[in-house]
């Protein structure tokens, strides 16, 4: 079945670059999308059409697309961007799919 | 400002039924696809079912079909989802998420604080 793969986690220092990668079979002519949920609260968009930033998501945080694979990379990381993070694409029926959601730790 | 206030939740035993309502303001809902998101205890993002503007076309993961009904009434800026038949594997927080339609795609831009739903004997 299809499938998004995201790491379980990633880790990095305050101030350094953090990404977060997802995996599918084919992005081919698929947009992904990127969530941000932290701890007790709700999804909150933070990339959308692999690389498009929604009005209000700070400059850091940036989306790319290369075959088979996309990533979420937030430069100077800090420490409110501590979080857990999903992708988000289609299913080959064309119905939502996330992936599986990374925790991103800020040392 | 867009606002999603779901309600409705609570503890029901397996096979019995709750109804979620989501209050939607701040935005033209009658323009809008609509959609559920569920997520488990502790675990990730479940997409559950979306329905168009005008309520003609519903969409349900493979796993609600036949046991949940999307719908909504866009006189009362409201999305609903009657759960019949419930399982222990529906616990979870049900989010209403406001949906958007690219590439004959969807994705979410909004979502609401969210409902606990909790199925246990």
């Known amino acids: 079945s299809y499938e998004l793969t995201q790491p379980p986690s990633v880790s990095v220092s305050p101030g350094q670059t953090a990404r977060i990668t997802c995996s599918a079979d084919?992005?081919?002519?698929?947009?992904a999308y990127w969530y941000q949920q932290k701890p007790g609260q709700a999804p909150v968009l933070v990339i959308c059409k692999d690389t498009e930033r929604p009005s209000g998501i700070p400059e850091r945080f940036s989306g790319s697309s290369s075959g088979s694979t996309v990533t979420l990379t937030i430069s100077g990381v800090q420490a409110e961007d501590e979080a857990d993070y999903y992708c988000?694409?289609?299913?080959?029926?064309?119905?939502?799919?996330f992936g599986g959601g990374t925790k991103l730790t800020v040392l | 400002e867009v606002q999603l206030v779901e309600s409705g939740g609570g503890s029901v035993q397996p096979g019995g039924s709750l109804r979620l309502s989501c209050a939607a303001s701040?935005?033209?809902?009658?323009?809008?696809?609509m959609s559920w998101v569920r997520q488990a205890p502790g675990k990730g993002l479940e997409w559950v079912a979306t329905?168009?503007?005008?309520?003609?076309?519903?969409y349900y993961v493979d796993s609600v079909k036949g046991r949940f009904t999307i719908s909504r009434d866009n006189a009362k800026n409201s999305l609903y989802l009657q759960m019949n038949s419930l399982r222990a594997e529906d616990t979870a927080v049900y989010y209403c998420?406001?949906?958007?339609?690219?590439?004959?795609?969807?994705?979410?831009?909004?979502w609401g604080q969210g409902t606990l739903v909790t199925v246990s004997s």
């Open positions: 084919a992005f081919a002519n698929q947009y």
């Open positions: 701040g935005f033209t809902f009658s323009n809008y696809w």
């Open positions: 988000q694409s289609a299913a080959s029926s064309g119905t939502p799919l």
């Open positions: 998420a406001r949906a958007r339609w690219v590439q004959s795609k969807f994705y979410f831009d909004c």
């Open positions: 329905i168009k503007q005008d309520g003609n076309e519903k």
